[in-house]
């Protein structure tokens, strides 16, 4: 049992890219299954080290099929886990939590910022998006926004990471990988806001309706 917890904990905290990179190598008979399931695992447990799974999987798999992959898993983990605490938020324990005074004033404030306040806080790859998946499923944020602002934000945040690798002291001596990140955000959040507003026309119709 101990040779187990030893692993589990090395899993948790020294974890290195060469790890992964072997560890992608040796399941590479499973496709792209292995490189959805680690960004999707951390939805599920946040201590788990994302940007090194993201950065190997870009290394194992490539730019363009890393980030696809990144992307699938953690935008996959999130959606779960916001549906998930959507389903229990009828449930005593989770009603306890969200009418908190300070629970409340948390989840008034995100429904009021929405898709913009969203959008950016996914798209830092060091923001606790455990936590902000949970408190968007307790709050009453539509799950057309907040599928939208997890999708396009997680874009930026996989972008980012695979684009630069893991070492982010890059972006200052390349200036120029700032600025293509820089416009990357602005597009997808521009991008993001019309979808929004476009999906939301139909709805607000039909209520009038």
């Keep these: 049992m101990s040779v187990y917890w030893e692993k589990f904990k090395y899993f948790l905290t020294d974890l290195s890219q060469e790890d992964i990179l072997k560890w992608l190598e040796e399941y590479k008979d499973l496709g792209p299954f292995p490189g959805i399931f680690l960004p999707m695992l951390e939805a599920f447990l946040p201590i788990l080290p994302l940007v090194l ?3 190997g999987n870009a290394a194992a798999y490539g730019f363009f099929w890393g980030v696809l992959f990144s992307w699938i898993g953690t935008v996959f983990g999130s959606i779960f886990v916001y549906m998930l605490v959507r389903r229990l938020a009828q449930q005593r324990f989770m009603k ?34 455990a936590l902000i998946n ?3 499923g307790l709050s009453k944020i539509s799950t057309l926004t907040f599928v939208l602002a997890v999708s396009l ?5 996989v972008f980012f990471i695979s684009y630069i690798g893991h070492d982010f002291f890059s972006i200052i001596r390349e200036p120029v990988k700032m600025i293509v990140i820089g ?10 806001k019309l979808l929004e507003r476009k999906l939301h026309k139909p709805l607000k119709t039909k209520i009038s309706e």
């Design 153 to 157: 934000g997680k874009l930026v945040m």
């Design 134 to 136: 949970v408190v968007c």
């Design 53 to 55: 799974f993201v950065a």
């Design 96 to 129: 306890f939590i969200a009418n908190h005074k300070k629970t409340k004033s948390l989840l008034s404030w995100v429904e009021r910022k929405g898709f913009g306040l969203l959008f950016v806080l996914y798209c830092f790859p060091f923001t606790p998006s």
């Design 183 to 192: 416009a990357v955000v602005v597009v997808l959040w521009l991008i993001g």
